[in-house]
């Protein structure tokens, strides 16, 4: 599976974004999605997932209710709609893929390339 991130930027604190993964490959397999972040200096943290139906998400409480994670199983893409952004929310995102629920970055199969959130004050 290749997972191509996109959406990332520059926004101000409060303001919104909306990231996408699309997936490629073997993508019929019935894979949780999910996002993760990691920080200069910080240790690669989870954000959010869903499951391959897209019936249930799950969230780091950072994010409950600013956050919402989706996917769109017919274009094979995930997406993560960031609102009420914060300064600390600035970090390079990754999406993932996983046989099983992500909550930790070694419950990760698949990686795509990071994109770059940064939120000013």
């Known amino acids: 599976v290749q997972l191509q991130a996109s959406g990332g930027g520059l926004v101000q604190a409060g303001g919104s974004l909306r990231l996408s993964c699309a997936a490629s490959?073997?993508?019929?397999?019935?894979?949780?999605m999910g996002w993760f972040r990691q920080a200069p200096g910080k240790e690669r943290e989870f954000v959010a997932g869903?499951?391959?139906?897209?019936?249930?998400?799950y969230y780091a409480d950072s994010v409950k209710g600013r956050f919402t994670i989706s996917r769109d199983g017919a274009k094979n893409t995930v997406y993560l709609q960031m609102n009420s952004l914060k300064p600390e929310d600035t970090a390079v995102y990754y999406c993932?893929?996983?046989?099983?629920?992500?909550?930790?970055?070694?419950?990760?199969?698949?990686w795509g390339q990071g994109t770059q959130v940064t939120v000013s004050s």
């Open positions: 993932a893929a996983s046989m099983t629920t992500m909550t930790m970055p070694s419950s990760a199969r698949y």
């Open positions: 869903i499951s391959w139906s897209g019936g249930s998400a």
């Open positions: 490959g073997r993508t019929g397999s019935s894979y949780e």
